[in-house]
């Protein structure tokens, strides 16, 4: 059974929610390990419709200081303080994000959280590795936006293959072995029979992918850092008919988001923070779908998974 790679989507406006759509937030499950995109107003309320417990939430990833990203954060923390969190929550963002929220706890008057606000800084003028295990990789990169702005790409670690137990068996092959067998190494037999790696292993299933291009105008530099990415979500604030206003206020277009899908080799591309302008996106799907027809406007609620054979 395959461990999940799940996108789900919690809030799709950009700055002015309406009756349907909230602000920016999404949560990235991998391997049963939850990390939240964005924290918009609006994000708790989302997080229980959608069934996802306050708790598994230790990594949290703002992209930038407007506040339809991350209004929803002084709650969220509030709400795990009354809840008694004890383990640490990481927040990566703008270096100025942790003074903003430390003048909200002390003029809200909390003594003690009780549990360690763990802030980590962006870097937004390159590439940056911010988390690291022996399952999986995230990495920011800078947009162009308004303000200091970064995209977010997660990556599985390549794992192990699977060592067939049938041939375990047949071979007579020893425990101490078998490490050395997953790392690619052949299988000498007593009578000197050399047995190739591949008849022994099972390959392990491509890693798994995801990249979040938050607020940006086009911004062609982010291709090869998402370079053949499984799924690409990327901002879509307007249609094409406004793509002067979308220049002018640091935004994308649909056609520009499936155009930067198209350059990347992106499996899919979904398509959100849509302006209050538009009751329904058709139009701006449309026109990317014109482009990469493998596109997807994203609603609350949502789920989106990579499945490997």
């Known amino acids: 059974m ?9 809030g799709s406006s950009s700055a002015m929610p309406t009756s349907k759509r909230y602000p920016t937030a999404q949560v990235l ?56 969190r004890t383990n640490d929550l990481h927040i990566y963002a703008h270096s100025e994000l942790q003074r903003y929220i430390q003048f909200q706890i002390e ?47 997660f990556k599985e670690k ?19 072995e078998i490490k050395n067998i997953k790392s690619g ?11 190739p790696n591949k008849d022994l292993v099972i390959s392990p299933s491509k890693p798994r992918s995801f990249a979040f291009c938050s607020d940006t105008v086009y911004h062609e ?20 008919s406004e ?15 499936a155009l930067i899908a198209q350059k990347a080799n992106a499996g899919q591309l979904l398509i959100g923070h849509f302006s209050a302008r538009y009751k329904e996106p058709d139009i701006v799907l449309e026109e990317a779908q014109s482009i990469f027809p493998n596109t997807t406007a994203v609603n609350e609620g949502d789920v989106y998974e990579v499945i490997r054979d």
């Open 29 to 84: 499950n991998v391997l049963g390990r939850f990390f939240l995109i964005d924290c918009g107003e609006g994000t708790q309320h989302q997080l229980r419709k959608n069934g996802i417990g306050f708790g598994r939430l230790n990594h949290i990833f703002i992209s930038h200081l407007h506040g339809d990203h991350f209004f929803g954060l002084i709650g969220f923390i509030s709400t795990q303080l009354l809840l008694g």
């Open 243 to 257: 793509k002067q206003l979308a220049k002018t206020t640091f935004h994308s277009t649909g056609k520009q988001a």
């Open 2 to 10: 395959q461990m999940p790679f799940q996108l789900t989507i919690l």
């Open 185 to 195: 190494a052949d299988f000498t037999t007593e009578s000197g029979k050399i047995i």
């Open 107 to 153: 003029f809200l008057k909390i003594e003690e959280l009780g549990f360690r606000l763990a802030f980590h800084p962006l870097n937004f003028k390159k590439e940056q590795l911010i988390f690291d295990d022996e399952k999986l990789s995230i990495t920011s990169f800078p947009l162009n936006h308004r303000v200091p702005c970064c995209g977010f790409l």
């Open 158 to 176: 390549t794992r192990e293959p699977n060592i067939k137990k049938e041939q375990v068996k047949k071979y007579k092959i020893p425990i101490r």
């Open 221 to 240: 530099k982010v291709v090869p850092v998402i370079q053949d990415v499984d799924i690409l979500y990327h901002e879509a604030t307007f249609a094409d």
